[in-house]
């Protein structure tokens, strides 16, 4: 979190209206119990049953692709399926942002991987990201005439 702390701080995910629930745990399943995934979340960033999800490698050496079936399947365990879900694979000096749309057939599209290492330094685009994932989560989710209100307040 050396990295992504500070980032997320930057880019606002550590005010109102959202919260961070560090290392949260996450299980769902299928419609028939069938199949049951289990496990942690490095990062929920929560707003309503909005979440923005990290995924952080303890090691340098982590894939990007090794966490992107297990990030997906946290995502695809988010209960509103009404808006999008965001996700953030982060390895030693790489990131990658996922988006996920689930309706009748669960999309996902990812982003090229942002790395601390190319000349000039992804750091600065990874936070115009975040920060315009954290825009477009309040735009969706502002209270419209005749809405009961925000509940996260």
């Given amino acids: 979190m050396a990295i ?5 701080n930057l880019a606002g995910f550590y005010l109102p209206p959202f919260y961070i629930r560090p290392e949260a745990s996450v299980r769902f ?3 028939d119990e069938e199949i049951v995934v289990e496990g942690k979340i490095d990062v929920l960033v929560l707003r309503d049953q909005f979440w923005v999800m990290v995924i952080e490698a303890k090691q340098a050496a982590f894939s990007v692709e090794a966490g992107l079936a297990r990030i997906l399947a946290y995502m695809m365990g988010n209960p509103e399926s009404e808006h999008p879900c965001f996700g953030l694979i982060v390895t030693g000096g790489s990131f990658v942002f996922i988006k996920l749309i689930r309706n009748t057939m669960p999309r996902y599209a990812t982003s090229r991987v942002f790395e601390l290492r190319n000349p000039g330094n992804d ?3 990874v936070l115009r990201i975040l920060k315009r994932i954290g825009k477009t989560v309040c735009e969706e989710r502002m209270v419209r005439p005749g809405d009961q209100g925000d509940r996260t307040n």
């Fill in 4 to 8: 992504l702390g500070p980032l997320l």
């Fill in 29 to 31: 399943s299928d419609a």
């Fill in 123 to 125: 750091l600065h685009t």
